[in-house]
């Protein structure tokens, strides 16, 4: 039996369902305290070995080695007794997580919420009967999706493709540049007829609808891999970028040559990221030089690669590059490219894979760009659970099974992020996020002053608990990390000798309190 | 409430596991009589309204149409009333399933083992709980593992790396044969030191391992995505075949133009499937001389892929190639694969995302090739829930966090395979699958002589249920796919112009009754 489900006295779905609705209406708090929702939460890391991870773990580990790489373990977690902000350890070990699974959970380590709707039959079903979603989708998945992911849809993208990771996200958002940049050369009608009883007869059996003879040779070659139907089409993404890992994916990540190397990749160009000073604010007109100059680069790589027969259809940007080091650019920034990318027809691809889901203090972190024109593509994962892309009226495929696969994404997670979505509506977590991260952020900046040797450009200012500085070196940065979990606190790292903060939206005063003690503490040792 | 748990009375969990574990070590039955597990299940299609889809299912498809295509919707499912082998649609129409959501769903619509196991608190903790796999394993994987996923693994590749789909998990096998293939070339040692304590210090930060001096000049160069560093290595696939939609996966697929129009591919090569007679022993040395030739033709190409100094890496295929045609070959065929693949240094990845887990009455297609040297990859996905790829020795990436990413997979789709798997064996199904298959196979080939203009080309015999034939045309082929769903059979096409069976492993007796007699039904009226 689960020990944290017991102790957690917990309203009917629907009862909480209606406080939510109320508290979203109404006024929703813009402080949470994770005590109220978990009881037994711990209220500051409790470790019972003597180093971590402890035998079980280690014992376990063992285990695992006989059939999968153990050597990326950081330690083996028993999920049925962690709770909240709060991981534990085979050993019974309590830490505080602000790492949360490389940035994956959003509302809490068994959450009550989630629990309960693991427990109904619509979920059960849900899980047990998976779907070819694209051919036979339940009758509730409308309601799902509109009730979950499309009331969080981005300002401008209003259709949705689901899918079953980041990188998958990632990849089906850029087959869908690809696609949408090849009709609007071949003056395609867009998309339209999208019901009738005939399209729907001879949808069933894959048959090859493109059989129009204008498109022949293109039919052809594409079997081929060759040009001009497998078209001398790129993409274009920033050095120190994570995009993902499979191959179309890989080719746009430029973070560290541990992903990259020995795999086969695309000629796609990349673009050095602007070499910002923090604080940002600090450094406004060097930053913004900076990036005047990046943006002059992009456009000329994209009429470089247009003169060379090779046109950049796409434009993938993380708001924040995460895995690559944290690296941050201005709202201006990002303007200035959609701005540019409208004006050469390349589709902008915001790859919000680790920034989306309210980490930032905004929902979306290109939200706070305030663009005119929206994105063409929004990338999700993560912290969503649920993985896809959001996209522009225009932008699906002129026919039906051209983006398409099996599962196309999985409806129990879209069920997962509908109540997710609900929790951090009722409870207000972006906005609590947004205040908890600007105080974190202060304290840091003091803390930044008192052990100057310890913590480098500081950033992440207005961005929530989206929080990262350098260490002196890549070493001293692993010293420090594998020094708070000694300590009890899980931590993560970036780009080269960078320190990320992840923790989930249910981090609080308390946490934070935590948070800044152990490291003050760890400072201490190490100075 | 869900009205199918609540009509079939259940046995604990633990009761079960110990009458399956009886079963499996004692003598089950090769018949499985789907009754016995759902009393509720229809003996019949029952349509209720006039056309399929009905008026709900429309409405319902509109109403997806806001946000995603609904171009290849067939019907919107209720999935709670669907049960065994039969689908409901909205409108409460009941179809006996022979395509089992593109050969995805195992045991059954709400098979009330799964549903039980959905609703015990580990799987709603391994839902809600999703861990970043590869550095916080829970402390239940190894076990969950152990007696699910790693009591079917094919002989001779006893490793697992876990992933998201079956484009993921074709992906991840490739990245594997390129690293293997570079390790080999630069002589690496090849796997060590897993469990070493600085190994696992230094794991949690992504440091740049691989800082070796005489690796500098690949590890810059694949920053650019250029070689050495992205080597100029190439992975072979066959004409036809279907490997998935993501990049990399898409470069190997061959099957229809529709899935790889547009889309930017690798120059990689293919060789044509051979041209097969069916039946196939009655054209045995025809056949033998035509798989013969394709040999040859690979060897060829391996051979002048080194001259070009693009060495094939990799060769995948499927045992039957199915999204292509359900195009066969024989046992001879593949062991002078994997011959050639082994004079040749090229890794082989036969690609089990639809053949595996018992549909052709065997666990694995591949084990009835009978091969003295096992493939070195084997893909799954599908029927399996979980997706992921099995290894052999020596072919985990060199170093940690070269094949890795967030998820690695989901341990919950493991729980649901450890106890498919256990439901299977229990139930014998499949040693079920070839008995029934070969009987479905039998009268197939009866009827193939009475409509002898609608029934070309029969083919899967010995290979379970996963049998296919031609239509005379696609046009015809469209019109029996139509006209089964009229009689509330619902089957998929494949290839050009064939049918394919794609039942679930619960298909029986009763059921190929139903199908047959439908079908002669439908090639009547279409006679």
Redesign the interface.
Known sequence: ??SV?KRVPRASVAARAAARSYATEHNPPTRFESASVWQNEPSQPNLVTDSV?GP?S?E?????????????????????K?RGNY?VD?DGNEMLDVFA??A??AIG???PE??A???T?E??????????L??????E??ET??KGL?SVAPKGT?????Q?????AN?GA??AA??A???RQRGEQGIKD??SEE????????????SDNS?DM???S?????SP??????AMSF?SAFH??????L?LT?S?????????????P?ISWPTMKYPLDEYASENAEAEARTIALVEEMIIAQKKKGKDVAALIVEPIQS?GGDNHASPSFFKALRTVTREHGVFMIVDEVQTGVGATGAFWAHDKWKLDHPPDFVTF??KM?AAGFYHAEGT??S?????????MGDP?RAL?AREMIGFIKAHGLVAHTAAIGDELYSSLTDLSKRYSGQIHNLRGKDCGTFIAWDAAS?EQ??KF??EM?KVGVVM???G?KAVRLRPMLVFGDKQKDVLLEKMEGVFKDMS
Chains 1, 2 share one sequence.
């Not at 376990?60 to 049925?80: G, M």
């Not at 594409?222 to 060759?226: G, L, P, R």
């Not at 026919?399 to 599962?407: E, F, G, Q, S």
Request: aromatic residues 12%; contains cysteine.
């Open positions: 039996m689960l489900l991870p079980r280690s376990l580990s063992k285990e695992i080695a006989d059939f999968q790489d153990p050597r990326t373990h950081v330690v083996v977690a028993d999920y049925a962690s991981l085979a699974q490389i994956s959970i380590y068994n959450n989630l629990l709707l693991a427990k039959d979920f059960a079903i849900a899980a047990m009967n998976r779907p070819a694209g051919s036979f989708p339940s009758n998945w409308s999706i509109h499309l209003p259709h949705l493709f689901t079953m990771c980041g990188s998958c990849e850029l087959k690809f696609m940049y090849r009709a999208f019901t399209a729907r007869l001879s949808a069933f059996v894959y048959i090859d609808v493109l498109l293109q039919m052809s594409c079997m081929k891999n060759a139907g497998s078209p001398d089409l790129v050095k993902g890992r499979l191959f179309g994916s080719s430029r560290k040559a541990i992903h990259k190397l020995d795999i086969p990749a695309f000629d796609w990349a895995e994962s993560k659970q699906r495929a026919l039906p099974y051209r983006n398409y696969n099996t599962w129990m997962q890549a940065r692993d990390v594998a979990r993560g790292g970036c080269d």
